[in-house]
């Protein structure tokens, strides 16, 4: 029932921007934190990004951390990527996902988007 649907990926030089988003249904969207990740083949998925359910908490990884924006817009159950001053490193499969925003506990992330490949060319 519950569904993360991701779109934006795609081909960029380094030094450029894409704009990632992630559209949720079957849950409400508002009570959950949205983070996104990302993962190289063969390699570890990495944390990338978290907007908290009430949107008062943004944190980041350090690589990416003054490059990528994360927001979201409850409106519309929609949560999006920023991502601005690309370097080939950033080259991978992007996911957004979901975990319910309890103030008492943090919680594993529970629902996963279908990725979608970001590839910067150098």
């Known amino acids: 029932q519950v569904q993360l649907v991701q779109s934006g990926g795609g081909l960029v030089q380094a030094g450029g921007s894409l704009r990632l988003s992630c559209a949720a249904s079957?849950?409400?969207?508002?009570?959950?934190?949205m983070g996104w990740f990302r993962q190289v083949p063969g390699k570890e998925r990495e944390f990338v990004a978290l907007?908290?359910?009430?949107?008062?908490?943004?944190d980041y990884s350090d690589s990416v951390k003054g490059r990528f924006d994360i927001s979201r817009d409850n409106a519309k159950n929609t949560v999006f990527l920023q991502m601005n001053s690309l370097k080939p490193e950033d080259t991978a499969v992007y996911y957004c996902?979901?975990?319910?925003?309890?103030?008492?506990?943090?919680?594993?992330?529970?629902?996963w988007g279908q990725g979608t490949q970001v590839t910067v060319s150098s």
């Open positions: 907007i908290s359910w009430s949107g008062t908490t943004r």
């Open positions: 996902a979901a975990r319910y925003g309890s103030v008492t506990t943090t919680l594993e992330y529970r629902y």
């Open positions: 079957g849950l409400t969207f508002g009570t959950y934190d």
